[in-house]
């Protein structure tokens, strides 16, 4: 998997072999005929995340969605990465939901968090002095084949829209300086979550799942 060829194909729209959805194939199945040893990761927001690459600051995912999958009791939805985010949708329908952030005025709605991720899927959940307005603004839906961006800094949350299970291809690029936030209670707690793994029997039935999604083709 190369992250420069699909940074361009998702970019230039450039018809490198192959491609996306094919490299996502591709490494789906060398997990479900056990070549690639790999154990998904329960997301505290919701999903599972097969990180397939880590190169330097970069890296490259794919994330499931399913009704099963559920955010993790009083996680925040909207948040902000540290990184640059190019999702491209592998299957169904995915809505991202921009949140706009403005000073505080007189009337502040949330407290902005910073999510400190640590050894261990450890993630510190810390209250910031900063009070703002999150106000959400329009959702934009994405089907199979389309691409969206996040810049890092940039509130939203994240959806299925319509569908039971849909999946993404994640590239992302750490930003140094940046931080990962959260919009929280204007009286909330620091607090821990820990991004648990899935075993290996979770992990293929999840990763078989989702080839058979593929046009129904599964090759395990």
């Not at 154990?39 to 970069?58: K, S, T």
């Amino acid at each position: 998997m190369d992250y420069d060829e699909l940074e361009m194909a998702l970019t230039h729209g450039d018809t490198v072999s192959p491609g996306p959805r094919g490299s996502a194939v591709r490494a789906l199945t060398e997990v479900a005929t056990g070549v690639r040893a790999l154990r998904a990761v329960r997301h505290p927001l919701g999903f599972l995340c097969l990180p397939l690459l880590r190169e330097g600051l970069r890296g490259i995912c794919v994330h499931l969605f399913a009704p099963e999958y559920v955010a993790e009791p009083d996680t925040a939805p909207w948040h902000a990465h540290s990184w640059e985010l190019r999702s491209h949708v592998l299957y169904g329908r995915v809505a991202n939901l921009p949140v706009r952030v403005s000073g505080t005025g007189d009337e502040p709605t949330h407290r902005i968090f910073e999510v400190r991720s640590g050894p261990g899927g450890v993630d510190e959940i810390v209250p910031t002095p900063v009070l703002v307005r999150g106000e959400p603004g329009h959702a934009h839906i994405s089907g199979p084949g389309e691409t969206y961006t996040l810049t890092a800094g940039e509130f939203h949350a994240t959806s299925i829209e319509g569908t039971d299970l849909a999946a993404t291809l994640v590239l992302g690029r750490s930003m140094p300086g940046r931080t990962d936030l959260s919009l929280g209670p204007l009286d909330g707690p620091a607090r821990t979550m820990t991004r648990r793994l899935c075993d290996e029997e979770q992990t293929l039935r999840t990763v078989r799942t989702a080839l058979g999604r593929f046009d129904g083709h599964v090759d395990v």
